[in-house]
Structure formats: C-alpha cells, structure tokens
C-alpha cells in the first residue's frame, strides 16, 4: 500500500482550529517530541482530542488539540479536499 503523501512532495501546511478537524484530515501533530503530519482517524470533541493513524490501518494514538498545529492543504499544490473553514485566520 503507498503512502497518502509521498516523499519528496510538497505540502502546504497552515494553522488550523482543532476543534474543527475531521476524521480524513491530515494533520501536523506534535508527537513525542517529534513533528509528524498525519491521518486523522477519529475525533473526540468532549475530551479535545483526535487519534492519529497511518494510511495502513495502524493507529499511533490519540493527541490533545494542543499539540494538533496544521493542517494539510495541497499537496504539489493540488489543493487538499474538506479544509474550507478549518483554518485560523492570520
């Protein structure tokens, strides 16, 4: 199975509202230190929340709203589908 996004492609990453991501968002989440844009496979409005996933099927787990801070866009600047209005203005 191949990756959602390739290596080596260019994204467009901008701040987003948490409380707006969906599930099918990728998102730019703070992970154990570390930045990693991911799958969003499920969210948890009550606790603020979303689990992050890969496109295989393995969940890595869940990641408060705090450390969720982009969202993906486009991709080789084909705009990404459902981002209208999840974005913070500038």
Known sequence: MVPLIRSRRQVTVVPVDPSKVEVGDNVLARVAGTVYLHLVSAVDPARKRVQISNNRGHVNG???H???????TAVDSVPRPRTA???LAS
């Open 85 to 87: 209005g999840k974005t």
């Open 62 to 64: 869940w990641t408060g």
């Open 66 to 72: 705090g450390r969720v801070h982009g969202i993906c």
